[in-house]
């Protein structure tokens, strides 16, 4: 079967390793086995409190380092969510069919918001599974890569697509989520027992850090008193987590990546060859990105993108109309 595929990114913050190693790193690669479509989520974006010029500079950014990581917007779809308005009116229709409780059960709604007080969570949080699954299910897409923490939100778009064939005859194309071998969850450099988050960005290596700052962060991030580089996320936590960044830049297993630090015994040498790779992949990919940046050449990708997402999207839309009883315009 063809794969198509379909992934996004939220203008919430500055972009981080954790988004380059767990989708745009893979670009090329997607793209040269099936369809792809890829989008900039700035409706969802606005699940948590954002400046309108940050979201603006946000979304232009992600378009960047799409087009930076390899997009090629001839072949690929590369929108902004915000500019198809299907996705919206899609999810008026669906939000009907998910329930209070499978909501309530997402993991990242917990997170997102186990610190605040109720009376201040934004409704937004709470449904943005729904448009997710929206984004999702308007493009009869079949993969979805995405790190770790979105596998839940994919769980939930098949539950939901499902229910929806069930009840009105086969609609939808029931979607998988793909998470990278190496690399799914990327942690945060001081705190490596949790992800590297834009909208938590205590130990993030951003994308537009410039290499100094990335050297220096990596030399700095917590390890632990020990001195032998072995994966052990339990115990070490920190050294599995740069053994994780060093071996999805090589593109070898952990295992290989263990085997080739095996005679380092001093964390100061390892975290400098895991700097060395760092920088130099994310000093590639900046220079692409200053490129497309001055030449604006993200407008022109994004003006195509539009009006392919929008005609895709619109037939799916029209489908579920029908399906659930709208008159035909
Ligand atoms: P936010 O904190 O606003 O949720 P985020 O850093 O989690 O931001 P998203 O826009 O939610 O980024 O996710 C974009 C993509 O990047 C998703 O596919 C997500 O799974 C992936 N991703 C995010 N953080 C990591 C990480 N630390 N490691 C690997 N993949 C990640
Ligand atoms: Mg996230």
Known sequence: MAKNYLTGIKPT?????????????????IQEEG??????????????????????QNSIDIACFYLAAGLDYNKSILFLQSQVSEHAELNAILQNYLYMGELSRMTQFKDKTAK??????????????????????LY?????????????????????????????????????????????RIMSLSDPTKKMSKSDPKGDI?????????RKKIMSAVTDLGDEVI???????????????????????V??????FKDCHRYGDFKKEVADVVCEEIGKLQERYNFILE??????????????????????????????GFIDE
């Open 255 to 260: 295992e290989e990546a263990c085997n080739h």
């Open 140 to 184: 009869n897409c079949n993969v979805v890569p995405v790190g770790e923490d979105q596998v839940q939100h994919v769980e939930l778009t098949r539950t939901l697509a499902t229910r929806f064939n069930n009840r009105y005859g086969e609609t939808f194309v029931i979607p998988t989520a793909q998470v990278n071998k190496v690399g799914k």
């Open 206 to 214: 951003f994308l537009k850090d410039d290499l100094k700052t990335i």
């Open 13 to 29: 913050g500055k972009l981080h390793l954790g988004n380059y190693i767990g989708v745009l790193k893979n670009i090329k690669k």
């Open 231 to 253: 994966y052990d996320p339990i115990n070490k936590p920190g050294i599995s987590n740069l053994l994780t960044i060093y071996a999805s830049l090589k593109d070898i297993s």
């Open 116 to 137: 605040t007080n109720n009376n201040s969570i934004g409704v937004g949080i709470f449904t943005y599974p729904i448009l997710m699954a929206c984004d999702i299910l």
């Open 35 to 56: 369809n792809c479509i890829f989008f900039i989520a700035d409706l969802h974006a606005l699940t948590l409190p954002i400046e309108p010029e940050t979201l603006k």
């Open 295 to 324: 030449n604006k050449e993200y407008l022109k990708a994004l003006e195509i993108g539009k009006n392919k997402a929008k005609l895709l999207a619109n037939k799916t839309l029209k489908r579920v109309k029908k399906k659930v």
